[in-house]
């Protein structure tokens, strides 16, 4: 007999979820929802027991979930003990398989992240994407997945993301309906509630692996050539400014905390991010992290406010998450006043596009400076420009690396060092062929390297030089 014949047969009058899809959709219905329906992911045939169980603990426990007295084990077993004795009130007919299934799940309901509880955990999971309470979607290898799992209801959802917001100090209500926050182990999340998000709660999280990648993992991954890490790993010891440039999701922060693995232990690092996600290594580091508005709109902390600070606290090197707004300025005066060797992302399609957005940021700032001036700033403030993208195979690759050489005229002139070959082709499993090569071009910063004892082997500029896969 089915759980669902068991449970009518235990209460004829209860209601038990079937979302079994039409088997004869509209004529009307697009091909889209037709597929969407014919590969519709089956109902939870507990969906409604663990509902009433779940009511039901939350009324039995009430504050105490949330009792900062008693630690995380003793808060499991103390829900554990109280949840076993709500399913005894149920009296219905299960086997141990499926009691033990509903506990579980419960258990992450009540204490953990819910239907994404799993995928959290799951190593090769990389995003994690809910667009409603039964639409859960996972990146796997650069590629998205639809998932099995559901939320029991809107309210389920609501109270996951108020339970990842409020361990950061954050918030999220009518008032403020969107939120950046964080994980502990430093996944980002970003939360949408209605009225913003129109079909109810939106959450993504950006997971970060167990383990901060190094340089060889993203050699390894074929994110980087051996060539291209023995470049800009003397950039970074030589005290070079180098900006990481990319779209969303290229990977941009994983790269930078990499090159951050360059920077000699005896140096002060100051980080200024808005949720703070680096995993710096060095013993000497100071972590720095934005601050919304309060309820009453005051006590907000942004990303210029801590650059600022962070000039006043004798650092070697700061180190700014993202770039996205007036704190550009600051930046870029800090990097021009001796704080050498500074470290930043940035949103952009290419090198070029990430000085016009910088510019464009700085003009934010609401300084009233020629455009000019602005430019001469960035070619003189920044050194490297690396750049990340995601291909279509869902690989994250480097495809260029540019020196900004300085002004001509009124342009900033940009050389190429190093170039992504798509001329390679694509092999048998869809993945492209090619890697980042040099140009053959010799950056002028060569000569700076020297002079501070850090020597670069000729052949990283030239074609023999280059990893061959």
């Given at each position: 007999?089915?759980?669902?014949?068991?449970?009518?047969?235990?209460?004829?009058?209860?209601?038990?979820?079937?979302?079994?899809?039409?088997?004869?959709?509209?004529?009307?219905?697009?091909?889209?929802?037709?597929?969407?329906?014919?590969?519709?992911?089956?109902?939870?045939?507990?969906?409604?027991?663990?509902?009433?169980?779940?009511?039901?603990?939350?009324?039995?426990?009430?504050?105490?979930?949330?009792?900062?007295?008693?630690?995380?084990?003793?808060?499991?077993?103390?829900?554990?003990?109280?949840?076993?004795?709500?399913?005894?009130?149920?009296?219905?007919?299960?086997?141990?398989?499926?009691?033990?299934?509903?506990?579980?799940?419960?258990?992450?309901?009540?204490?953990?992240?819910?239907?994404?509880?799993?995928?959290?955990?799951?190593?090769?999971?990389?995003?994690?994407?809910?667009?409603?309470?039964?639409?859960?979607?996972?990146?796997?290898?650069?590629?998205?997945?639809r998932t099995q799992e559901r939320y029991l209801s809107d309210d389920h959802?609501?109270?996951?993301?108020?339970?990842?917001?409020?361990?950061?100090?954050?918030?999220?209500?009518?008032?403020?309906?969107?939120?950046?926050?964080?994980?502990?182990?430093?996944?980002?999340?970003?939360?949408?509630?209605?009225?913003?998000?129109?079909?109810?709660?939106?959450?993504?999280?950006?997971?970060?692996?167990?383990?901060?990648?190094?340089?060889?993992?993203?050699?390894?991954?074929?994110?980087?050539?051996?060539?291209?890490?023995?470049?800009?790993?003397?950039?970074?010891?030589?005290?070079?400014?180098?900006?990481?440039?990319?779209?969303?999701?290229?990977?941009?922060?994983?790269?930078?905390?990499?090159?951050?693995?360059?920077?000699?232990?005896?140096?002060?690092?100051?980080?200024?991010?808005?949720?703070?996600?680096?995993?710096?290594?060095?013993?000497?580091?100071?972590?720095?992290?934005?601050?919304?508005?309060?309820?009453?709109?005051?006590?907000?902390?942004?990303?210029?406010?801590?650059?600022?600070?962070?000039?006043?606290?004798?650092?070697?090197r700061i180190i700014v998450g993202e770039v996205r707004g007036a704190e550009?300025?600051?930046?870029?005066?800090?990097?021009?006043?001796?704080?050498?060797?500074?470290?930043?992302?940035?949103?952009?399609?290419?090198?070029r596009d990430a000085l016009s957005r910088l510019e464009t940021m700085t003009?934010?700032?609401?300084?009233?400076?020629?455009?000019?001036?602005?430019?001469?700033?960035?070619?003189?403030?920044?050194?490297?420009?690396?750049?990340?993208?995601?291909?279509?195979?869902?690989?994250?690759?480097?495809?260029?690396?540019?020196?900004?050489?300085?002004?001509?005229?009124?342009?900033?002139?940009?050389?190429?060092?190093?170039?992504?070959?798509?001329?390679?082709?694509?092999?048998?499993?869809?993945?492209?062929?090619?890697?980042?090569?040099?140009?053959?071009?010799?950056?002028?910063?060569?000569?700076?390297?020297?002079?501070?004892?850090?020597?670069?082997?000729?052949?990283?500029?030239?074609?023999?030089?280059?990893?061959?896969?």
């Amino acid at each position: 007999m089915s759980l669902r014949d068991r449970l009518r047969q235990s209460d004829p009058t209860a209601e038990v979820e079937d979302h079994t899809p039409d088997p004869e959709p509209s004529r009307l219905t697009t091909l889209r929802e037709q597929t969407a329906t014919a590969t519709a992911m089956p109902a939870d045939p507990f969906a409604a027991i663990k509902r009433r169980a779940q009511d039901a603990l939350f009324a039995r426990l009430g504050s105490r979930l949330y009792d900062s007295s008693m630690d995380e084990h003793q808060l499991d077993a103390y829900v554990l003990q109280e949840l076993s004795k709500v399913i005894d009130q149920e009296q219905v007919p299960l086997t141990p398989a499926e009691r033990a299934r509903i506990v579980a799940g419960l258990m992450d309901d009540v204490l953990g992240y819910g239907a994404i509880e799993k995928h959290l955990a799951d190593p090769e999971v990389t995003e994690v994407m809910v667009n409603s309470l039964d639409a859960i979607f996972v990146e796997r290898n650069g590629r998205l997945y639809r998932t099995q799992e559901r939320y029991l209801s809107d309210d389920h959802l609501r109270q996951v993301i108020e339970r990842i917001v409020s361990r950061v100090g954050r918030r999220i209500d009518e008032s403020s309906p969107m939120v950046d926050a964080r994980l502990p182990d430093g996944s980002r999340v970003n939360a949408v509630i209605p009225p913003l998000a129109v079909d109810g709660p939106v959450l993504t999280i950006r997971k970060f692996s167990q383990r901060a990648l190094t340089l060889p993992d993203l050699v390894g991954l074929d994110t980087v050539t051996p060539t291209l890490v023995e470049l800009i790993g003397a950039c970074v010891e030589g005290r070079l400014n180098i900006l990481v440039s990319g779209g969303t999701g290229t990977g941009k922060t994983t790269l930078l905390n990499a090159l951050s693995s360059c920077i000699p232990d005896d140096e002060r690092l100051v980080t200024v991010e808005d949720a703070a996600e680096l995993r710096l290594s060095q013993p000497h580091v100071i972590r720095l992290e934005s601050r919304p508005p309060n309820i009453e709109g005051r006590g907000e902390v942004t990303i210029r406010d801590l650059v600022r600070n962070a000039l006043r606290m004798r650092p070697d090197r700061i180190i700014v998450g993202e770039v996205r707004g007036a704190e550009a300025l600051d930046m870029l005066q800090a990097m021009n006043t001796g704080h050498e060797g500074s470290l930043s992302t940035l949103h952009a399609n290419s090198p070029r596009d990430a000085l016009s957005r910088l510019e464009t940021m700085t003009l934010m700032a609401g300084v009233e400076l020629p455009v000019r001036a602005v430019r001469e700033q960035a070619a003189s403030a920044i050194d490297v420009i690396v750049h990340i993208s995601r291909l279509r195979d869902g690989s994250r690759r480097v495809t260029q690396m540019v020196e900004v050489a300085g002004m001509e005229g009124d342009t900033i002139t940009l050389t190429d060092l190093f170039s992504f070959d798509f001329g390679a082709g694509i092999d048998a499993d869809g993945r492209f062929r090619g890697t980042a090569v040099p140009t053959g071009l010799r950056p002028r910063f060569l000569q700076r390297l020297t002079d501070q004892g850090i020597s670069v082997p000729d052949s990283v500029f030239t074609s023999a030089g280059a990893y061959d896969r």
